[in-house]
Every structure is written in C-alpha cells, then in structure tokens.
C-alpha cells in the first residue's frame, strides 16, 4: 500500500509517492500514527513484525553484558606494578647511553629507600614512584633526565639536590645531565621524607574524616 506525501511509516519510512498509479485510483487512506504499525494482510508479515529484533553482538563469541566490563577497564588505562614496571624496563632499554643509566639509578635508589614503592606508567608514558600517593615521575629529554617530585617544596633538602621548578608553589624537580654526580644518601633520605609526607597527609585525611 502506499503512503501519502508528508507521512512516515515505522517500517516503509517517508512516503514516495502522493498515488498508486493505478489508473488514477484515489489516494490511500493517512499514515497511521507513529506508535502504530501499517496494517497488512499478510499474516506471515504481521507475525515478522511482532517479533523483537535480535540482540547485536558485540564481538564474537562474547555477550552484550560483558560491555561495561571492558568499558570499565578501557578506563582505568593506568598500569601499575609488574606491567608498569616492564614498560619503566623498556622505556630504559630505549634511552640507553647516559639517560638509560641515569633513570635505572635513580631507580634503584627509589627502591632502596622505599621498597614497599609502587610502579606506574601514567600521562603516555611517564614512569612515576609511589606510595600513599605520588613520590615522584620521571622525564626523559634529549639533554636531561627529570624527576620531579609534586610535593617537593614541603620536603627537607639539605644537600640542595633540587635544581630545577624552584618558583613552583608545590612541585621541585632534579635534572640530571650527562656526567652529573648524584649524592645516593641524600637522594635516598630526599625518597624517604616524600613517603613520610605522604603518609603524614593520610593520617590527617583519616583524622578529619573520623571528626566528621
């Protein structure tokens, strides 16, 4: 049956034509409203159109309701411990040179100083230390290797190990260039007052939380 000019039909759509073209017979009768299906008369069509439509699979062999788990996981996108710490190993392995020992020294003294430290790889590819939150990350460049510490200006720095974002209100860093000594002792108490600072914050968090 066709429909008039102007109406839409569920299951044919906008109309294409205003007659049937049947020696001149009288248009068909208004479109039915939008709820309502077309009436047919064959009953093969109208038990077709009753039917639900099948549920799209998402990916072969998997159900719709695993969606939102995969939706949930794309999300958290941030590795940590051995994962993060393979891509800390490549990322190592590609600097090489200076830069490559630099960051796997600074490293291993983060893990001397704190070995309870969790790994991370966050922002594209930036190692970063934690524990109780962010110690500090680490950049490579093509002249210097930074690690900066988000908390720094609250941190004790005797040894003037802070070289670099000395203007920052909450951030210092440390660039380390090719041929620079680091003082291992110093850096490691810098590590170990980070975590306790940390720490420090958490206990006060707990505390105010309890008052509440």
Known sequence: MLIREGCFSPSLGACQSTGDGNNGKPFAPPCAPLHTAPPTKDPAVAVAK??????????????????????????????SGPAASALID????????????????VRQLIHEAAPSVVEEWKWRGTPVWSLGGILCTGESYNAAVKLTFLK???????????N????????????????????????????????ELNAMGSRRKGTRQKAG
Not at 52 to 79: F, I, W
């Open 50 to 79: 009753k039917l639900p439509s099948p549920p799209v699979a998402l990916s072969p062999g998997k159900p719709a309701s695993a969606a939102p788990q995969q939706a949930s996981s794309a999300e958290a996108g941030t590795p």
């Open 90 to 105: 490549q990322r190592i392995a590609d600097l090489g040179g200076w830069r490559g020992e630099a960051l796997a020294r």
């Open 152 to 162: 720094g200006a609250s941190l004790p720095d005797p040894s003037r190990l802070f």
């Open 164 to 195: 670099a974002s000395l203007d920052g209100n909450a951030r210092r860093a440390i660039d380390f260039h090719e041929g620079d000594a680091l003082n291992a002792d110093a850096f490691r108490a810098l590590i170990r007052a980070a975590v």
